[in-house]
């Protein structure tokens, strides 16, 4: 158990890096999900049985965070990147809190998605949707620079909190 104060909390950049490696391992997820639903639904055509797609990638998308969230606290980019996802007091996240920190972290997409959608029905273009959901993003990671603790939205909601985790040293 780690003491609340006694780790501190990782700098943006190290946060935002392991985000895009994390998007990297997501592709991977995403793979592997397609080739065992695609056959199992005898999938012929990309847009056949799309919905079903989409509800299997969430799934597992969900099944890989709580996994590694519940079982040590770190995926493999917060591993690289030394960084731990606990609650405020400390201790390991539950199944329950592991699923809420995941809920509360859609709001990462939640106003660039609704945003994309309304300039898209205004006939916007594709760039400037871009430019939009981009700063969106960007706001939300920089919102973490003003919450108590360094921390994301999701995480002082959710009552849990990202901390350093450097690797233990070997004798």
Known sequence: ???PDAAAAPGLARR?????????LLFAVAMVTGLVYSPLVQQRHA????????LALALSFSAYFIYFWTRSGQTLPMKTWHIRVVRVDGSALTWGAALLRLLLSL????LPVIAALQMRRHEIGFGAISVVVLLSLLGYALLALALPGRQFLHDVIGRTRLVT??????R
């Open 47 to 54: 847009l056949e049985h799309r919905g079903g797609l989409m």
């Open 107 to 110: 709001a990462w997409w939640v």
């Open 1 to 3: 158990m780690i003491e």
């Open 16 to 24: 935002l890096a392991s985000f895009v490696y994390e998007g990297i």
């Open 165 to 170: 985790q450097l690797p233990v040293k070997r």
